[in-house]
């Protein structure tokens, strides 16, 4: 019998729709897990790849990538069984079949070509487990593509590969029950289950509590009067440790995952500002992902010039700009004479100006990263929850030991068709979090309170999927 027949071999068979290469070509290496698996790969899959190379976005770096890797590939065998022709090819110990049919069912005539590529996917993916009569699991970052799978009875999974849901406890609540702390002890002497995620602590004590962090297994007292005289005074436990963390040195990575309204954006950027006026840093950078530039671009297309185009995604930056700077107005000794009157907008917008000079403000793009070198800098990274493992990788490879890393976002908001929440940057260094590294020293929390305002609590509550 020929090899290629011989599927009984693999202990499982997956059917990858193309947004797992899209998102990572290196995913296939993660799903084979080292031959173990087999891959099926609909035709569909490869036309949309390959109509996929052109550009300089992440996704264009990932067709050209499996590109790449179908060069150092071998063509094993070719079958033609049924309506079906497999050929197999072997990359990096990787054994894939590649499907191709004459006859689908699926009309090009009444569906747009999105829908009909999903469906000749699956197509294929159905009449192959047909023919061997083995389960296959189609694999989709899509839901839309999984639901359409579930009804034609084909096993479906998301890209977890094995990542699970746990929550992490990166603030824990801890009862003294008489015992006392101070600063410099270790904190194994009184929780004998700390974990390396549990950063953040909240000590209880006859009704009194006491906020701290663990740095290198050390118990570390916040001193809230000074967290409090920033421009943004931290407005609960979580932006006071969130506060504490953005001004630590100690820290090279801040990663936050937080709901909208949380006050993460702002914080950031106050804390930011803050540590140039004790030029630890001299710059910020402000990074945030264009989701539209990830895939078509239609939606910011009428807008002429680069420059243009994604200045619509430095919106939450000068949002928070004029938000600091109406503040810093308000406060002034001028304003004051003026007994609070309201300050226009002309004056709040000179205001960002000079904060934008002051603070050598630089916004930046993804697809603008690759070569550079950043130096010197607080870097903010903005929606991380939008960004694939590898921009996450491009961005931070870029980065010098000179910088501190802010990284934000929430697994609420992902608008991205090509990962999910498994599999975009922000989850993966919030994974991180719960190991140690010798290289950097590394800080993770959730912000849950929404301080915003009702609307904004109201809309989480109810809309949120998780």
Known sequence: MND?????????????????????????????ENGKNLIVMAETVLDEIDSKKSGFNE?????REFSRLLLDASIDSKITIDDLTIVQITVNNTIIHIVTTENY???????????????????????????????????????????????????????NLGKDEDELNFIKEFDLHGQEIRNGDSILDFDKDYKQHNFSYIFNQDGNKTLATIKNGLICILEEKELRKQNINPMNNEQLFFSNAL??????????EAKAGSGKTLLAISAAMELIKRKDFQRIVYIRNSIESLEKGEDVGYLSGNDEKFEIYNFPLFDTLAY??????KSSNENKKGKGDAISEERISEKVEELVERFQVETL???AMRGRTISNAIIIIDEAQNMSN??????LSRIDNSCKVIVLGSNRQIDNPYINKFTNGLTTLMGACTQEHNEVN?????????????????????????
């Open 105 to 159: 069912q699926a009309d090009k005539t009444k569906m747009a070509l999105n829908i009909l590529n999903d469906r000749k996917i699956l197509e294929i993916t159905k009449q192959y487990e047909k023919c061997f009569k083995k389960e296959i699991i189609f694999l989709s970052l899509d839901v839309m593509a999984r639901t359409r799978a579930i009804s034609l009875d084909i096993k479906t999974e998301s890209l």
């Open 390 to 395: 590898s921009t996450m990788q491009l961005i």
């Open 365 to 367: 793009w993804p697809g």
């Open 59 to 63: 996704i264009n770096f990932q067709a």
């Open 247 to 256: 001004l630590d040195n100690h820290y090279n990575i801040v990663t936050v």
């Open 4 to 32: 290629l027949m011989n599927v009984e071999v693999f202990d499982k068979i997956f059917s990858i729709d193309t947004n797992i290469i899209l998102d990572n070509a290196q995913n296939l290496f993660e799903i084979s």
């Open 442 to 466: 590394l800080f993770g929390i959730e912000l849950q309170k929404v301080l915003r305002g009702p609307i904004t609590e109201f809309a989480e509550k109810v809309f949120s999927k998780n």
């Open 324 to 329: 600091i700077a109406n503040k810093m107005l």
